[in-house]
């Protein structure tokens, strides 16, 4: 339900390359050519001013034109739905033959909490499941270990064995209803628990239908809810493969996300290639393992964010279905029809998401879905308006899943199959987006894959080039967004967000694993651990099968992970951060040296600069909000200390007291604030350093704040804060603990 | 400038405040300030007893041993070293936290060392001083109380040094030993603050009780290392770290600098980097106790064996200042864990060899000398910026160089003299 935005609002503000966008402008103008009847009367109606004046630039760099003509389509003729290369659909139908599936992501705090929500969705209308996993279990960590303790339950639900999934479905029969499941880390235990718990409701394995997220790839990208290294975990992806399109050949064995990408901050051309290119990468992969490619790629979903850019996001969708078609013809050659297929599961953008003036969030997602509806995708999720304060509400949550029964049941949109076919722009729009992609997968390739791409942090640097880039046209008002740089609200009214007591779920869940702990038989849980460990070392034997053998041992998702983690490590992110881009990018000089100054009279009067160490607590991997602060604090003079992420507060405290840090600064987006910053300060206390200044931002909700000056934090920073001020307030208060004046 | 050494006992209201522990202490670094800014002046004008000093250590420059002389000197009263040397109260409390092995006590200590400020310079000196008398009579106890070793090592851009020191550092904390890391990163120099990210590259050394990492701003000064370096390691010693990594970014000519607060000067290449021994400079290799091929696995094992090969020949040429020590070139690689056991094995080996033969502390010794002339120079640079006549003589010579009235030459020179013609 509250998904993993990485979100615009941690102090993203003025950052980045203002000029380059407008250079855009001016190349692309000069290439367009008008109908000139057109040109004529147009430029009658606007006092003699340049039709081009009409035209805007995309943040993919494509020029969006006033008006198309027939002669924008390059004399291409018109395609027939379920005809390769598919563009239209991949079905002759469509929705008039069958419906989209309305599958809203939800779940959190304990099993039996989601598991009544399930069934009340349900039955309101929902037609398919998808569940959130709470960030500990995405991150392999049973709810006991001390590591999560802020994590569990918060994001999504905590599964840590086999009876806490078994409760989970507990009423909703498994072949009867697909389940989409978000994992990518702990894929392993997560899958063996769903099919055992299957097998235990009497369900057999090759009735099971849904789809299980598995893209490892993007998480190195964007999203950092991985495991184990890049390597081992391909050969888990291609494990999992190669047993599911034997035993599971109903179910989805990766649901590649372009989503996430988008979310990050990436314009549609390089979401679309990424994408495509991860999905590459995984056939590739398969193949190498000895999979044939009609055995592979009928089993690959995908999943796309839509944003606010409507005609864009049809295109996209639209070109996603004829690059992917294309690729896998031209590369794999198939037999069958079902390995060109690209179906697809959308979702509304949390970037565009407000917390400002949160109720606008209501019309942008219906907009949002119509997009993804034209644009024929196969099941969609539609955000909630409160995603950007905290967690949905029941109320939120109903508003959102009957955005899409309204446009199901009153609109009679869905009778129409690619009802833009053949619009002169959304033709033109699909051949530019689909050139413009193909042209960044060539250049994947060129590196040799999307694995190796990933290595060379490639990709990585174009998501945040763009990411920058499209910040830059919103701080410049290119870009309007209603409530934040256009038409600001005076008075915001303060709206309710769910509230979850983490204390309680993980007393709740480490009660569960004792019971289970005590009562399995601890011989056999260890025997089939060892088998797993072993399994990885050699590489013979299939690391699922080994691992539904653990989860009817009843072995936890901490063990099996464990287990694992022995032979393959685990993965560390290094940050990068580009130093001087904030200084270089801002346009009120004056600003910046007034602050810049007085943190150099900081530096004489107590003889250092003021050191800052920006950190992340638990296991939310969103690390763009400490990226920000590190390059832009530092431009401004103080020093600062980048912890690693995935800390704990007692960890987190440590390195402050370490490098003697004035003030530590906590970004977080995963609602586990409320656990994790007063542990921090109580740390701290403990190593006698609380004249430390604690400042955190995230995703905090107003009502929180009061909780978090009262537990001691010092400052708190909504989505959207300006680094400036921001860096201005935190001096402000190091020097009040210095008493420095 | 060497009223560093001087005795002067701290202002009486300075010693009234001496509540317990941390607020106190911040606050007396505070009421310091604000003495400091009235003392300054005074300061200021006695930087030039250098003039005088300055011809002694041309004769003499043997530096250690002078300390107690100078004080002597200055103070009327007879006393050993030892107790002339008042520390503030704060400072004593960290002293004692540091011999508590208190991290936050060596922390704030190591602040107090970098800091800019005067008066902290002094308690800073009083500090480590104080240090060396304890840890010298240490010694005389027991020697193996004092026993430590000192790991620099450096290396390009690029070739796992953070990885590097993650897995050997982590070994050593898991045989139970202590290990203070200080890792220099570079500064940004046009804009002064620095982005210190070593740690997040060292998550499972950081994350145990007994290590302590500390990042440390190069600011700009020539081979990575500051000023600072060597007092650092003396006070993780003094807190009972016994094994000291010294990290530092790039090779050029000066990054052996770190070799002169080091027992042992590793370097690590990478098969991948560029063309064998162009990339390093000679002048580097001939500094090496020990050159680690770091990333050694996956493609690169046997790429990495033939830079061995041609390594262990260039050595073989150059030789090492140990006459009978020859440095082994070692593969390893710290993602994969394989070959750091082996490397370690080869650094105790060093260790006890140089032990051996005595050229441990002959090298300290030696190493302790560049270290004062390094710092002379150092100090020599502070002083200057911080006495007003001078900088009134700089800034009203600095236009006219610049417009080409008088030559550098000149203006350098008579700044030059006139700074030593005041005592």
């Known amino acids: 339900m509250f998904c993993l935005h990485n979100s615009k609002s941690f102090l993203s503000s003025n950052f980045l390359v203002k000029a380059s966008t407008f250079q855009f402008i001016g190349r692309a103008l000069s290439k367009i050519k008008f109908n000139a009847q057109w040109e004529k009367l147009a430029k009658k109606e606007l006092c003699g001013k340049d039709p081009k004046s009409l035209l805007y630039v995309s943040p993919e760099n494509i020029t969006l034109k006033p008006v198309y003509f027939e002669e924008d389509r390059k004399g291409k003729k018109g395609e027939i739905p379920g005809v390769f290369p598919l563009t239209r659909g991949h079905y002759a139908t469509m929705y008039t033959g069958r419906k989209h599936t309305i599958r809203q992501y939800s779940g959190f705090s304990t099993a039996q909490e989601s598991n009544q929500l399930y069934k009340k969705n349900l039955k309101a209308g929902q037609t398919g499941l998808s569940v959130a996993f709470s960030l500990s279990t995405h991150r392999g960590y049973d709810s006991d270990n001390p590591r999560v303790a802020g994590d569990v339950g918060m994001a999504g639900v905590a599964i840590d064995t086999v009876e806490d999934m078994k409760i989970l479905f507990s009423g909703i029969p498994l072949d009867k209803h697909s389940v989409s499941m978000t994992m990518n880390g702990a894929v392993l235990p997560i899958l063996a628990f769903f099919i055992v718990a299957g097998e235990e409701q009497g369900v057999r394995q090759e009735e099971l239908r849904g789809t299980i997220q598995n893209d490892i790839l993007k998480e190195y990208m964007v999203r950092n809810t991985f495991i184990y290294p890049p390597k081992p975990s391909m050969h888990i992806i291609s494990d999992i493969m190669a047993y599911m399109s034997k035993k599971l050949p109903r179910y989805n064995t990766i649901s590649i996300s372009g989503f996430h990408i988008q979310e990050a901050g990436a314009d549609k051309s390089t979401e679309l290639a990424i994408t495509i290119a991860d999905g590459l990468e995984y056939i590739d992969a398969a193949i190498k393992h000895g999979l044939d490619i009609d055995d592979v790629a009928p089993r690959l979903s995908f999943f796309f964010g839509v944003g606010m850019d409507f005609y864009m996001e049809i295109a996209k969708l639209r070109a996603a279905r004829r690059l992917w078609a294309k690729l896998i013809q031209e590369k794999y050659h198939p037999k069958k029809r079902e390995s060109l297929m690209l179906r697809t599961h959308c979702q509304t953008s949390g970037w565009s998401l407000t917390e400002q003036d949160p109720y606008n969030n209501i019309i942008r997602t219906t907009i949002e879905a119509m997009a993804a509806m034209f644009g024929q995708t196969q099941s969609l999720h539609t955000d909630s308006f409160d995603e950007a304060i905290g967690l949905p509400t029941e109320f939120s949550s109903r508003l959102a899943r009957n955005t899409q029964v309204i446009l199901q049941e009153e609109t009679n949109i869905p009778k129409v199959i690619d009802p833009w076919g053949g619009s002169y722009l959304m033709e033109s729009l699909t051949d530019q987006l689909e050139e413009k992609a193909l042209e960044f997968i060539k250049e994947i390739e060129e590196l040799g894959g999307m694995t190796k791409a990933i290595a060379s942090g490639i990709p990585k640097l174009r998501i945040e080039a763009t990411a920058a880039r499209k910040q830059a046209r919103i701080d410049s008002g290119l870009d309007t967004i209603v409530g934040v740089n256009k038409f600001h609200l005076e008075n915001e009214e303060p709206i309710e967000a769910r509230i979850i007591d983490n204390t309680q779920v993980r007393l709740e869940q480490i009660a569960s694993i004792k019971k289970v702990k005590q009562e399995r038989n601890d011989k056999k849980a260890m025997e089939c651990l060892q088998a797993i460990t072993e399994c990885a070392k050699t590489g013979e034997g299939n690391l699922l099968d080994l691992s539904i053998h653990a989860a009817r041992a009843r072995c936890t998702v901490g063990e099996i992970s464990q287990a694992l983690e022995k032979v393959y490590g685990r993965y560390q992110l290094t940050h990068s951060i580009v130093q001087g881009a904030y200084k270089g990018s801002f346009i009120n000089k004056e600003d910046f040296d007034n602050l810049a100054n007085q943190v150099e009279d900081f530096k004489t009067k107590v003889g250092r600069r003021p050191r800052i160490l920006a950190g992340k607590l638990g296991q939310d991997g969103h690390d763009r909000g400490i990226k920000v602060i590190a390059s832009g604090f530092s431009d401004l003079g103080f020093d600062v200390d980048v912890g690693p992420l995935f800390q704990t507060p007692h960890e987190l405290a440590k390195d402050a007291v370490t490098s003697d840090v004035d003030c530590i600064g906590v970004s977080s987006l995963a609602a586990g604030h409320k656990t994790l910053l007063p542990d921090l300060i109580s740390e701290l206390k403990k190593m006698g350093a609380d004249d430390i200044v604690v400042i955190c931002g995230g995703v905090i909700p107003h009502k929180d704040y009061n909780y978090l000056y009262e537990k001691g934090v010092h400052l708190v920073f909504g989505p959207g804060t300006k680094i400036l001020k921001c860096a201005q307030r935190t001096l402000n208060k190091i020097k009040e603990m210095k008493k420095i004046y | ?423």
Not at chain 2, 18 to 46: D, G, I, W
Not at chain 2, 254 to 280: H, K, N, R, W, Y
Request: proline share 4%; net charge positive; hydrophobic share 35%.
């Open chain 2, 1 to 423: 400038m060497l009223s560093y050494f001087s005795t002067r006992k701290p202002t009486p209201s300075h010693q009234k405040t001496s509540v317990p522990l941390l607020r106190t202490f911040v606050n007396a670094t505070r009421q310091k300030e604000m003495h400091s800014k009235q003392t300054q002046r005074k300061t200021q004008n006695t930087t030039f007893n250098l003039g005088v000093k300055k011809k002694k250590v041309q004769k003499n420059p043997i530096p250690q041993q002078r300390k107690p002389k100078v004080s002597q000197k200055q103070t009327t009263t007879k006393t050993p070293t030892f107790q002339v040397l008042t520390l503030s109260p704060s400072t004593e409390i960290l002293l004692e936290g540091i011999k508590n092995g208190d991290r936050r006590m060596l922390s704030k200590a190591i602040t107090l060392v970098e800091s800019e400020l005067e008066r902290d310079h002094k308690q800073a000196t009083n500090l480590l001083t104080r240090i060396i008398e304890e840890r010298r009579e240490l010694a005389q106890i027991d020697p193996k109380s004092v026993d430590t070793f000192r790991v620099g090592i450096t290396g390009p851009p690029g070739t796992g040094k953070s990885t590097f020191v993650e897995t050997l550092g982590t070994n050593l904390c898991n045989e139970g030993h202590k290990v203070a890391v200080i890792a220099i990163d570079p500064s940004s120099r046009k804009t002064g603050g620095s982005v210190l990210g070593d740690r997040s590259r060292m998550v499972n050394l950081g994350a145990h009780e007994n290590s302590f990492i500390r990042p440390s701003p190069s600011r700009g000064i020539a081979g990575g290392l500051s000023v600072h370096t060597s007092d650092q390691i003396l006070l993780c010693e003094h807190a009972g770290y016994t094994h000291i990594i010294v990290e530092t970014v790039g090779v050029g000519q000066t990054e052996v600098s770190v070799a002169d607060v080091t027992d042992m000067f590793m370097l690590l290449i990478s098969p991948g980097g560029g063309d064998v021994l162009q990339g390093i400079k000679k002048g580097v290799v001939e500094y090496a106790d020990m050159i680690v091929i770091n990333k050694c696995d996956g493609d690169m094992i046997q790429r990495g064996k033939m830079i061995q090969y041609e390594y262990k020949n260039a050595i073989q040429l150059l030789g090492h200042q140990m006459g009978d020590w020859i440095p082994p070139v070692l593969t390893a690689s710290s993602l994969m864990k394989i070959g750091i056991q082996d490397v370690w094995k080869k650094a105790l080996e060093f260790k006890s060899h140089s032990q051996g033969n005595g050229s441990f502390e002959t090298r300290r010794a030696t190493k302790r000398k560049n270290e004062f002339w390094k710092k002379l120079y150092e100090f020599l640079k502070m002083g200057l910026h911080r006495s007003e006549p001078t900088m009134d003589l700089i800034h009203k010579l600095e236009p006219m160089v610049e417009k080409g009235i008088i030559s550098s030459r000149k203006a350098s020179s008579d700044i030059v003299n006139q700074i030593f013609q005041y005592m």
